[in-house]
């Protein structure tokens, strides 16, 4: 973890988090500027640090909007929030459809159905790389098991799973990917992430709506393809983006959960001790992973009119960005946030996820429910983990992820 002590850090740049987050960084923002100016491509924004701003943020929609300007920090022109919108970039009411739609798929009764499934993939893969002995942590455990998991729901062939694990990847870092990767034509600012994966898993989206428009299956995409709103479908374009956010969110922030998770076991052998001990902590210990490994850096929302927020006055059409990375170790709300303990108290809630409000995770409880079953098949397996070489980080501000993560795992 980084040790950097200026608050003066570039907060958006990649290598700021080449070490993982840079926790004193945010500690002193939280002290001495909790609503704090600072540049980014040469236009402001409001960079909000505590936990209770966050939250205050979140669940007032009506003021700062996810729609007027999206979600990432560069500014965009109409043009390209209208190619790259999906349910993350919208208000109500168009956010309400969206989720109604989405949200059968995810509900506890469904996702209680995907856990044979999780079961079987997680107790496979970690028989493998203790098999195995020397494994990479992430192409071993962290990066198969959500995307394996989401393409089962999604009904998506399983030799496609590697395939759309790098497109994922490229979403996060496309360097050295040419423009017309993927037969892509679209200019690359039109495209989310600017990345030409996109297009590819647009076009593999598409392909996947006319299959089982004509050839039905039991899977999320049947279910997409059959949902109803006041009576209207999905249409292609918010189709395309729903795949989209699925295949993306479904893999990248559940795998970065993990591959920190396990890090964070690594680091503190007493936790996973006490977790083997007392496998009751289990639900406790998913919780403190997602809230360690915080997943999603932070978030965009542009206010739509004059506000105030913690006495800092806020404009119309200023950006208000939110930083889930410093909000989940703030020390007014997290006993020591600095330790990974998992007996840690449930409440106050971490908010990797976004805090209670019409924007939570739509994929929250499968997110929880993967972690869960991990865990819960590595206490059966007595499985350990012993790091075996330099952790790489992605090259990232957004996403804190862990690229490869050398070590060596055994069981009983």
Same mark, same amino acid.
């Not at 740049?13 to 040469?42: L, W």
């Given at each position: 973890?980084?040790?950097?002590?200026?608050?003066?850090?570039?907060?958006?740049?990649?290598?700021?988090?080449?070490?993982?987050?840079?926790?004193?960084?945010?500690?002193?923002?939280?002290?001495?500027? +909790?609503?704090?100016?600072?540049?980014?491509?040469?236009?402001?924004?409001?960079?909000?640090?505590?936990?209770?701003?966050?939250?205050?943020?979140?669940?007032?929609?009506?003021?700062?909007?996810?729609?007027?300007?999206?979600?990432?920090?560069?500014?965009?022109?109409?043009?390209?929030?209208?190619?790259?919108?999906?349910?993350?970039?919208?208000? *109500?009411?168009?956010?309400?459809?969206?989720?109604?739609? $989405?949200?059968?798929?995810?509900?506890?009764?469904?996702?209680?159905?995907?856990?044979?499934?999780?079961?079987?993939?997680?107790?496979?893969?970690?028989?493998?790389?203790?098999?195995?002995?020397?494994?990479?942590?992430?192409?071993?455990?962290?990066?198969?098991?959500?995307?394996?998991?989401?393409?089962?729901?999604?009904?998506?062939?399983?030799?496609?799973?590697?395939?759309?694990?790098?497109?994922?990847?490229?979403?996060?870092?496309?360097?050295?990917?040419?423009?017309?990767?993927? $037969?892509?034509?679209?200019?690359?600012?039109?495209?989310?992430?600017? &990345? +030409? &994966?996109?297009?590819?898993?647009?076009?593999? $989206?598409?392909?996947?709506?006319?299959?089982?428009?004509? %050839?039905?299956?039991?899977?999320? =995409?049947? &279910?997409?393809?059959?949902?109803?709103?006041?009576?209207?479908?999905?249409?292609?374009?918010? /189709?395309? %983006?729903?795949?989209?956010?699925?295949?993306?969110?479904?893999?990248?922030?559940?795998?970065?959960?993990?591959?920190?998770?396990?890090?964070?076991?690594?680091?503190?052998?007493?936790?996973?001790?006490?977790?083997?001990?007392?496998?009751?902590?289990?639900? %406790?210990?998913?919780?403190?992973?997602?809230?360690?490994?915080?997943?999603?850096?932070?978030?965009?929302? =542009?206010?739509?009119?004059?506000?105030?927020?913690?006495?800092?006055?806020?404009?119309?059409?200023?950006?208000?960005?939110?930083?889930?990375?410093?909000?989940?170790?703030?020390?007014?709300?997290?006993?020591?946030?600095?330790?990974?303990?998992?007996?840690?108290?449930?409440?106050?809630?971490?908010?990797?996820?976004?805090?209670?409000? +019409?924007?939570?995770?739509? $994929?929250?409880?499968?997110?929880?429910?993967?972690?869960?079953?991990?865990?819960?098949?590595?206490?059966?397996?007595?499985?350990?983990?012993?790091?075996?070489?330099?952790?790489?980080?992605?090259?990232?501000?957004?996403? %804190?992820?862990?690229?490869? /993560?050398? *070590?060596?795992? =055994?069981?009983?």
């Amino acid at each position: 973890m980084s040790t950097t002590t200026n608050a003066g850090v570039d907060i958006t740049d990649p290598a700021t988090y080449a070490n993982g987050i840079p926790h004193s960084v945010f500690a002193e923002m939280r002290r001495t500027e +909790p609503i704090a100016r600072r540049m980014y491509a040469e236009r402001p924004f409001w960079a909000v640090t505590r936990y209770r701003d966050l939250v205050t943020v979140t669940r007032d929609p009506r003021t700062y909007s996810n729609a007027r300007g999206m979600t990432n920090l560069p500014d965009l022109t109409e043009e390209q929030m209208n190619a790259r919108r999906s349910i993350i970039d919208t208000d *109500a009411p168009d956010h309400v459809r969206l989720r109604k739609l $989405g949200i059968p798929a995810f509900t506890s009764h469904k996702v209680k159905s995907y856990e044979d499934v999780t079961r079987d993939i997680a107790t496979q893969l970690l028989r493998d790389a203790a098999e195995q002995g020397s494994v990479d942590v992430v192409q071993s455990i962290s990066a198969p098991l959500p995307i394996r998991v989401i393409i089962n729901i999604l009904g998506v062939p399983e030799a496609d799973a590697a395939m759309l694990v790098q497109w994922s990847d490229e979403l996060i870092d496309s360097t050295g990917v040419p423009a017309d990767a993927y $037969g892509n034509t679209t200019p690359l600012e039109l495209l989310p992430f600017s &990345a +030409p &994966a996109s297009h590819a898993l647009f076009e593999y $989206g598409r392909k996947m709506r006319e299959e089982r428009t004509r %050839n039905p299956k039991d899977d999320l =995409t049947t &279910a997409l393809v059959d949902a109803r709103y006041e009576g209207e479908a999905l249409s292609d374009y918010d /189709f395309k %983006n729903m795949f989209h956010v699925l295949v993306f969110a479904g893999n990248e922030t559940t795998r970065t959960a993990i591959s920190n998770g396990i890090q964070a076991f690594v680091e503190n052998p007493d936790q996973l001790d006490l977790l083997y001990a007392r496998p009751e902590l289990v639900e %406790n210990a998913v919780e403190e992973i997602i809230r360690w490994a915080t997943p999603v850096l932070h978030m965009r929302r =542009t206010a739509t009119q004059d506000t105030e927020l913690a006495g800092v006055p806020i404009k119309e059409d200023d950006k208000v960005v939110i930083f889930y990375a410093s909000a989940n170790f703030d020390d007014e709300e997290f006993t020591d946030p600095l330790r990974f303990d998992i007996t840690r108290p449930v409440k106050p809630p971490q908010v990797s996820f976004g805090a209670k409000g +019409p924007h939570h995770c739509l $994929g929250a409880p499968l997110a929880r429910m993967e972690i869960r079953v991990l865990l819960e098949e590595m206490i059966k397996q007595g499985t350990r983990f012993e790091q075996a070489g330099s952790i790489v980080r992605t090259n990232s501000s957004f996403v %804190n992820g862990i690229a490869a /993560f050398p *070590a060596i795992v =055994t069981s009983r």
